[in-house]
């Protein structure tokens, strides 16, 4: 089955630094690849997702990459803020389910 | 416009107890999820649904039930809850409905149950 594996599973950076998180899955059949954040004590809430056909995608200070040769995805986040302090979490869909694999997480601290 | 909701918010069972968690949603999606939140682990996937009447094992089906009589409801149970089962557990729906613009992907997450077995 599909593995996704994430990296690292922490990230500090200074207030307007660029942060970025990595991932890689295993099952070249996986068509869709969210990412979520997660603040303290709450729901995971997607922040950009990108679909297999796509290579990058951006939405304000938020990117996401794909290389499908590589089967590797990453998460851009530019000119970082206290807000973006975080668990983020990558994942990838089995092509052929509708279910979602998770990463095991990234804890994003933006000191200020 | 309540989207996906969990009950109980918090619960602590004795090992060997049951019980029930019940997500809701009122999308009218299709799919809904089970998950369990462990530190360090991320979200693991217990047990799944593509409709009303269907359930599907995930990656940590063990020591769970679920039933999805109504196309709104998954019900998790524990029938005999041990120690290990302490966790954070989230429900999610995704599918073609209000609020996704015609997409399956996206997954909406309920609050969260925490639920602590002694």
Redo the contacts between chains.
Sequence with gaps: ?ENVE?HP?TLSVQEGDSAVIKCTYSDSASN?F?WYKQELG?????II?IRSNVGEKKDQRIAVTLNKTAKHFSLHITETQPEDSAVY?C?A?PGSQ????????TKLSVKP | NAGVTQTPKFRVLKTGQSMTLLCAQDMNHEYMYWYRQDPGMGLRLIHYSVGEGTTAKGEVPDGYNVSRLKKQNFLLGLESAAPSQTSVYFCASSGVGRRTGGDYNEQFFGPGTRLTVL
Aim: charged residues 25%.
């Design positions: 089955g994430q599973s869709y969210p709450k729901r995971p809430q997607l997702d979490f994942a869909r509708g279910n979602l694999i998770f990463g095991k997480g």
